[in-house]
């Protein structure tokens, strides 16, 4: 079928209210960004629609990006005709013969929200209907369980005709609530933390922590292609890659073996900070999930957040692993975080983590050391990298992007 436009319903976006404007514009221009290579599109947005008009362009990479963008509940190809019945029924029929097989079943379904047209929803499924029942043989009405559903909506400026809905990725558009950083590991779960972060309509930008030569360039790369999974529902990820090795060092020698992990989580969490005020971010986003490892009780959580009054957001705090791996699944990035390549949490793991680190003594034990060189020094050599998700990374220093 010749689709001349793609219809998109916002679902979610539609409870806004007043912001609605704000959230449908952000909408728009994720979706200019990610169909950039299509040049002949052009994209109209109302009130309650989105088109992507195709002039010309093919419907079915367009329809697997769109796929990936949020706030988009549902869309359907389309056919723009007039709002006349002749119109109408012509085109349904086309796009029913066009997938007509002997025996399969169908249904209109009519939505009048130009009360002004002559046929009410009612009269329109029994208009349509009856057209196709009498120049298609051997098919059959099923209002229940159709091959075919038929869509019909006449819309104020036009009637618009599909044969399909296809479920888009839901929430918000992303960056439409302001950007996070991303504590992002080559482990299972940073990266469906920051897929469903995206999801509420948060940018991201990702933090890792590199310690050569213990951790390889290849559990960097390994992260690397975890944020061009990522990149896939935003374009693109910036990545800040931080050098950790002295730092992990350092807490090594210094901090007694039970609580060296708490240690090690708080400075990581300053470093973040730090990068969140320079790239103008709001919040941190982890991977965390209760109780699932020493460091993530609540005690731990705590001594571990008293180093900031940023805003932690953490989606899987009430997830058990399995939902996660589900997640992970759906999104591509469970192979990649399988890979065997160790990231800075797993080298200088002590023997007896404690489960329930008291503050007070993290922080006694850490007056031995003046961090805050270490830490700005490991802040001005981060290596920032733009990830796309379809082209090669570049890198730049931090400073140049301030």
Known sequence: ????????????????????????????????????????IHIESGWDRMYVVLNGEPVEPIIEQLKNVFGIQSFSPVVKTEKKIEAIRAAALQIAKEVHSPGNTFKISARRTDKTFEYDSNELNHAVGAHIL???????????????????????????????????????PVASSGKAMLMLSGGIDSPVAGYLTMKRGVGIEAVH???????????????????????????????????????????HKEIPSGFSMTATRRMMLRITEEIRKRQGGLAIVTGESLGQVASQTMESMLAINAVTNTP?????????????????????????????YEDCCTIFTPPAPKTKPKLEKV????????????????????????????????????????
């Open 1 to 40: 079928m010749n689709y001349d436009r793609i219809m998109i319903r916002y679902g979610e976006m539609s409870l806004k209210g007043r912001n609605r404007k704000h959230f449908v514009h952000k909408l728009k221009k994720n979706i200019q960004f990610m169909l950039r290579d299509f040049e002949k």
């Open 312 to 340: 932690i957001i953490r989606p899987l705090i009430t997830m058990d692993k399995l939902e996660i791996i589900q997640i992970a699944e759906e999104i591509d990035t469970i192979e990649i975080s399988n890979r065997p």
């Open 209 to 251: 922590f590199h310690s050569p030569p213990f951790t390889s360039e290849r559990a960097k790369q390994k992260v690397l292609d975890l944020a061009r999974k990522l990149a896939q529902y935003s374009g693109s990820v910036k990545v800040h890659v931080v050098p950790f090795t002295e730092i992990q060092e350092i807490i």
């Open 134 to 172: 009498i120049h298609l043989d051997d098919i059959k009405v099923d209002v229940k369980q159709p091959d075919l559903n038929l869509i019909v909506e006449i819309r104020q400026d036009a009637a618009y005709i599909s044969g399909q809905i296809i479920h888009g990725a839901g929430g918000f």
């Open 363 to 402: 922080e006694q034990f850490e007056e031995k050391v003046d961090w805050n060189p270490l830490l700005e020094k490991a802040v001005n050599e981060t290596e920032t990298i733009m990830i796309s998700a379809r082209a090669q990374s570049s890198s730049v220093d931090l400073d140049s992007l301030l």
